[in-house]
Structures are given as structure tokens and as C-alpha cells.
């Protein structure tokens, strides 16, 4: 069974380049959520996806981040322009939207902004 | 403020030990906690859940106990095994669909 997949693994770019993140969920999962960890903040939720339509995106730092999720098998998170500060690991998670479903998580893009 | 709180950041426990991880939390209105186990360079794992309703959930070798009046959780591993080194994370899960997060125990289990 394949899991949530993220792409790239790792990505090293220059401050002002955008930057594009990619993520396929599991399949059937119809709630998807982007995820950031830092060692300053932890894990914290930046935006979550309910059938394909954004619910909350409340955690979403500043304008420069954007997200999308054009079906229900591809998000994309878009940093532009990236700045240092954005360096962190993204992870992308899916799930089924009632109950306790737990959420599955991808192994994450390191994102490191020179 | 954090919502969920991990106030011990590292925890070491000799092999076939008890491993006891805590969790505190503000908010009394959640439907579920969830505890993730996560390996350096991947993504957390689902590993025990409990609801609101409950104040126990055992799972082969781990245990999740809830205090509600005292707003505190924990998991217990028992017998610990040195494949259980990782960070563990505590989440709440309220009637929205997201997660709140702990900032993670580092458990080392000792050969």
C-alpha cells in the first residue's frame, strides 16, 4: 500500500526563487493537510483541505505561501519568493475526513532557503 | 500559549523498562488525543489514539491513560524495546479537523 508521498526530499534554493512542494495522497483520503516543523515552533498546521477545497488556512504564514489542490490525488504548497526564514521540513498528511481517523503522514521535504 | 505541551523534551529507559510519556492540555473541548512515534528523516506514525469518553486504551505494548480533571495524558510502553527510540508527539484533536501538536519526547531505549 502506498503511503502519502511527498516530492522533492530535500531542496536547497536561493532566497527570492520559487519554491514548489508536491504531495499525493493515499488513496481515498479525502482530507489533506500541509504541515511545517521547525525548532522553534514544532509541528504546526498551515492548511487543510476537506474534498479538494481549502477549510482553514489560517496557519498559512504571510501571502507568500500558497496552496493547491487542483484533485484528489495532487496539493501542491508554493513559496514565492522563499526567504531564509522558510527553511524548515514541510510534510504533507491525508485522511479520511469523520471521526478518529488518524492522519498518515509523508516523510517530508527538507527545505533549506540559502 | 502552547495548546498541547511535552515539558520533557528527552526520556532514556533501559531495555524491558516502563517508558511513561506525558502530555498536557488547555483546551477540554477535544474529541480525541493521538499519539506519533517519529524515526529521524520520516514522517510521524499513528501509533495509539484515545477519546474524550474514555480514560484508557491499551494496544499490545502501549497504553494510553486520560486524567481529564487534571487535563494530562501518557503513554506507557511496556516492556520497552530499543527499536521504541524516537521522538513521540502527543496531538489533540478537536471537532475541526486538525491536529494540535506537542513539541515531542526524544525516548532513547537503552540496550
Known amino acids: 500500500d502506498a503511503g502519502v508521498i511527498q516530492s522533492p526530499r530535500h531542496e536547497v534554493t536561493e532566497m527570492g526563487q520559487e519554491v514548489t512542494l508536491r504531495c499525493k495522497p493515499i488513496s481515498g483520503h479525502n482530507s489533506l493537510f500541509w504541515y511545517r516543523q521547525t525548532m522553534m515552533r514544532g509541528l504546526e498546521l498551515l492548511i487543510y483541505?476537506?474534498?479538494?477545497?481549502?477549510?482553514?488556512d489560517s496557519g498559512m504564514p504571510e501571502d507568500r505561501f500558497s496552496a493547491k489542490m487542483p484533485n484528489a490525488s495532487f496539493s501542491t504548497l508554493k513559496i514565492q519568493p522563499s526567504e531564509p526564514r522558510d527553511s524548515a521540513v514541510y510534510f504533507c498528511?491525508?485522511?479520511?475526513?469523520?471521526?478518529?481517523?488518524?492522519?498518515?503522514f509523508g516523510d517530508g521535504t527538507r527545505l533549506s532557503i540559502l | 500559549d502552547q495548546q498541547v505541551k511535552q515539558n520533557s523534551p528527552s526520556l532514556s529507559v533501559q531495555e524491558g523498562r516502563i517508558s511513561i510519556l506525558n502530555c498536557d492540555y488547555t483546551?477540554?473541548?477535544?474529541?480525541?488525543f493521538l499519539w506519533y512515534k517519529k524515526y529521524p528523516a520520516e514522517g510521524p506514525t499513528f501509533l495509539i489514539s484515545?477519546?474524550?469518553?474514555?480514560d484508557k486504551n491499551e494496544d499490545g505494548r502501549f497504553t494510553v491513560f486520560l486524567n481529564k480533571s487534571a487535563k494530562h495524558l501518557s503513554l506507557h510502553i511496556v516492556p520497552s524495546q530499543p527499536g521504541d527510540s524516537a521522538v513521540y508527539f502527543c496531538?489533540?484533536?478537536?471537532?475541526?479537523?486538525?491536529?494540535?501538536f506537542g513539541t515531542g519526547t526524544r525516548l532513547t531505549v537503552i540496550p
Open positions: 484515545i477519546s474524550s469518553i474514555k
Open positions: 498528511a491525508s485522511s479520511f475526513q469523520l471521526g478518529n481517523q488518524p492522519q498518515h
Open positions: 483541505f476537506n474534498n479538494n477545497v481549502p477549510i482553514d
Open positions: 483546551n477540554s473541548m477535544f474529541d480525541y
Open positions: 496531538a489533540e484533536k478537536t471537532g475541526a479537523n486538525n491536529l494540535f
